[in-house]
Each structure stands twice: as structure tokens, then as C-alpha cells.
């Protein structure tokens, strides 16, 4: 090994990072659902858009940290997802969330190991889930990021927007049960020039649509001619 390699070599290499669903995952979220069952009724609109194989990348607005479950639990194949690097620093809690198909992106910068990482689910043919805005909505929709665009593009794979909503008053209605509405659109496959920008406003702009008016926030306000 060179000098050169030692400098390039990212410490996440180290780690084991899985690319199917584990029996730890499957537990986790069976249990989850049964809780969740006490705090929230959920309604699950367009589930027939999801393509039930193959690579896809599904981009979805983020509430709050628990959007990650609904979504599971409403969908029939597994989620592959980002999660911020300081979750991973604790050995068992870094192990047992990669048991759930997280893998840690360190925020702020482009991330070229998660970017990397990324490609690898979608060459495993997997379902990877990305939050456009990089952080939580607050007060609505946030400017998006075209990192997941950028990738559609790159490997041909579909984009299928998941407009959820109602995870911001999970646990505040009790005993009374939160209602949480997911709604999944059709799945976009862009042209090989297709424009990540463009591409990235398409599909914020149709998660919008199918969200309530006080969550639209930046694309609450679609330009004229604007085609969805």
C-alpha cells in the first residue's frame, strides 16, 4: 500500500455496511410498527408507483427524525438511507443502524465516500431513500440540493417523490392518534441530458402538490408554465 492510498482511505471503509434487508432490520420495524400503531393512523396513497424491483432513488420531504419508519412500514421493499455521520460514533449504535441500512454522510460538504456508497446500493439493485433538503423541513419545503438528481442521471435509475406528512405531531395528540398521510407519485426517469437542476425542481415541486399548503414552503408557488 502507498502513501498515497493511506491518505485516500476513508476510516468508513473499515465498517460493515449491508446490502440486503437483515433479520435485525425486519425486527426493528415490526416492533416499531406495533408502537407506532398507538400514536398514528396512517393512510398510504399511489404504493403501486414504487417499482418492485430494480434500483430506484426515492426522494421524500423530512419532518422529523422518525419520517424514516412511516415510510418503511408503508412501503414493501426496503429503504437504504443516509444518516448524519455523529450517529455512527457509538460502536453498538453504529452497528445496529447499519443493521437498518443507514450509512453515515458527513453534512456540510460533499461527501464523495457517501456519494460513492450510494452508487454501490444502486449497482445492488436497492431502493436508496434520499431527503432532497439535507436537514429537516422547518416551516415547510427548504431549497433542495441536487445530489439526488445527480445521481438518477448518472445511473439511469427512476426517482419516485414520497410526499409524507403528519410525523410532526406524532406523540403531541395522545391519547388521540396523529394522522399520518403518505402519498407516493409516479416514478420519473430522466433523459441522459437531462438537467439536474430541472429534474430536481420536477420533483420537489410534484412533493409539494401533495402536501398540505403550510409544508410547502419554498415550492409552495409553482412558476408559470411550469409542467409537472
Not at 437483515?22 to 400514536?39: C, H, P
Not at 414520497?162 to 416514478?187: D, M, W, Y
Request: aromatic content about 8%.
Amino acid at each position: 500500500m502507498t502513501a498515497n492510498d493511506l491518505v485516500m482511505r476513508d476510516p468508513r471503509d473499515a465498517l460493515g455496511f449491508v446490502f440486503h434487508e437483515t433479520a435485525i432490520r425486519k425486527l426493528t420495524v415490526g416492533v416499531m410498527g406495533l408502537i407506532l400503531k398507538i400514536f398514528m393512523e396512517m393512510r398510504v396513497e399511489g404504493l403501486d408507483h414504487l417499482p418492485q424491483e430494480g434500483a430506484c432513488i426515492l426522494v421524500a420531504n423530512h419532518l422529523t427524525n422518525l419520517d424514516v419508519f412511516p415510510m418503511q412500514l408503508a412501503l414493501t421493499r426496503p429503504l437504504f438511507f443516509m444518516a448524519k455521520s455523529e450517529l455512527f460514533t457509538h460502536k453498538l449504535m453504529g452497528w445496529f443502524i447499519r443493521q437498518l441500512g443507514a450509512f453515515p454522510v458527513q453534512r456540510g460538504a460533499s461527501d464523495q465516500w457517501a456519494l460513492a456508497h450510494s452508487r454501490k446500493l444502486l449497482d445492488h439493485g436497492l431502493v436508496l431513500a434520499i431527503f432532497p433538503e439535507g436537514t429537516r423541513s422547518r416551516g415547510g419545503l427548504s431549497v433542495a440540493k441536487t445530489g439526488a438528481a445527480r445521481l438518477a442521471i448518472e445511473k439511469n435509475v427512476p426517482i419516485v417523490p414520497l410526499a409524507i406528512s403528519g410525523t410532526q405531531c406524532l406523540f403531541k395528540k395522545f391519547p388521540h392518534r396523529a394522522e399520518v398521510h403518505i402519498n407516493i407519485s409516479a416514478p420519473v426517469l430522466p433523459e441522459p441530458d437531462a438537467d439536474p437542476i430541472s429534474l430536481t425542481d420536477q420533483f420537489m415541486f410534484t412533493l409539494a402538490s401533495n402536501l398540505p399548503a403550510e409544508l410547502r414552503g419554498a415550492y409552495a408557488a409553482r412558476p408559470r408554465g411550469f409542467d409537472l
